[in-house]
């Protein structure tokens, strides 16, 4: 039987997870008294050094977002012209390409995950075009050998936007170490948070050397500045955070991971909705629970499903709906138009994504299943 949430707390599509307090705050007693709170402390040093570790990668340099390390990871490869995106994407992807003064150029994605098309990238190079910027959606890799062999083709670097896939692996290996610059963001709302934060991982010592000079005004010595770098530097507070948040993300992704089984389990076999499987080779980090409405086999459309939800105060969110396509600033480029964008513009109508988090009550998953299996007709 169906139980009514309309009196209880909202659930919403995300809940940060953070660290015991008490722990924190003997990290925080250690800051007051090194007086050290930013420029590259004693806890940033530890951090970046823990992060690589438990990643699986190389060369990082944690930054204070990720929208700042998008567009330092641009800069630091020069990039200039043209740089080929996907649309399906939260809109720090594209705004990151639009504030180093560079043409973003929208290609359509696949129907399978909804990352980037290959094929749909090599269509839309140009003379102008030096770089792609895919995003691994949802923490799903993308076809990262396809992309790679295009990058190489065509002389263009590859930029991944890592966003949703920290820690994800593909047969045995982060999927991180695909891409000239990979960034990643530690949002609140993202399955590793360090309240806000971010980062670069690339492939060797001098990068990352540049990396650091770049968040940091460029500074390359006391007084030796070698470019117009910018203020993007993570401080101890995020630092000592996250480095606390590393002893228990492996915990969260598990709690995500039984999450997903349920409601797997739930709405296997609902007409009209589809799931997105797990892929075979890949450990997943279970951060979005998207579903797709088909409104011809379920009944209602996926807006109508999304209010019948949150008359149950349930919030769920439909990431990515606009299309980044078709926000003012871009909706005139060319390739925003509808039919360059057809795969797109579909999953952007009919995707939503259910709540998923540590925290979130398996009878929560009860309910917003139910209404799901009920609501359709
Ligand atoms: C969250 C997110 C960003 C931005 O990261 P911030 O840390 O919030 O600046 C960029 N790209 C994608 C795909 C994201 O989901």
Not at 144 to 153: C, G, M, P
Not at 162 to 170: L, P
Not at 222 to 240: C, D, F, R
């Amino acid at each position: 039987m169906r139980r009514d949430n309309s009196e209880n707390t909202p659930v919403y599509v995300t809940q940060p997870d953070l660290p015991p307090l008490e722990e924190f705050t003997a990290s925080l007693k250690q800051i007051w008294g090194n007086k050290w709170l930013t420029n590259g402390g004693p806890f940033h040093q530890k951090f970046e050094e823990a992060i690589a570790e438990y990643l699986g990668v190389k060369y990082i340099s944690v930054f204070s977002n990720g929208t700042l390390a998008l567009v330092s990871a641009l800069q630091a490869l020069r990039i200039t012209g043209e740089v080929i995106t996907t649309p399906f994407s939260f809109v720090a992807t594209t705004h990151s390409i639009w504030w180093n003064n560079i043409k973003p150029v929208f290609a359509d994605i696949e129907p399978g995950f909804f990352n980037l098309d290959p094929e749909k990238v090599e269509a839309a190079i140009t003379p102008q075009t030096t770089a792609i910027m895919p995003v691994h959606v949802y923490g799903n890799p993308c076809d990262v050998e396809k992309l790679r062999k295009i990058a190489d083709t065509y002389g263009l670097k590859l930029i991944y936007d890592a966003a949703h896939a920290f820690g994800v692996k593909k047969n045995g290996s982060s999927i991180l170490n695909f891409g000239d610059l990979v960034t990643l963001s530690f949002h609140a709302t993202k399955v590793f948070n360090t309240v806000e934060g971010g980062a670069i991982i690339c492939r060797d010592e001098k990068m990352k050397q540049r990396i650091d000079f770049l968040k940091n005004f460029g500074y390359a010595g006391e007084t030796t500045v070698i470019e117009p770098g910018i203020n993007a530097k993570m401080n101890e507070l995020q630092a000592a955070y996250g480095l606390l948040q590393l002893k228990y993300v492996d915990s969260y992704i598990a709690k995500r991971k039984t999450i997903s089984k349920k409601y797997r389990v739930q709405l296997e076999g609902i007409k009209g909705i589809r799931l997105l499987q797990d892929i075979e080779g890949v450990e997943h980090n279970y951060s979005y629970f998207p579903i797709l409405i088909d409104s011809q086999g379920f009944g209602r459309t996926r807006d109508e499903l999304n209010e019948e939800l949150k008359k149950h105060n349930i919030f769920a969110r439909k990431y990515f709906y606009p299309l980044i396509s078709q926000f003012p600033t871009y909706r005139g480029l060319s390739s925003a138009k509808h039919e360059n964008l057809p795969i797109a513009e579909k999953a952007a109508k009919e995707v939503l994504c259910l709540p998923i988090y540590p925290a979130l009550e398996l009878d929560s998953i009860d309910l917003i299943c139910s209404i799901i299996r009920e609501y359709g007709v």
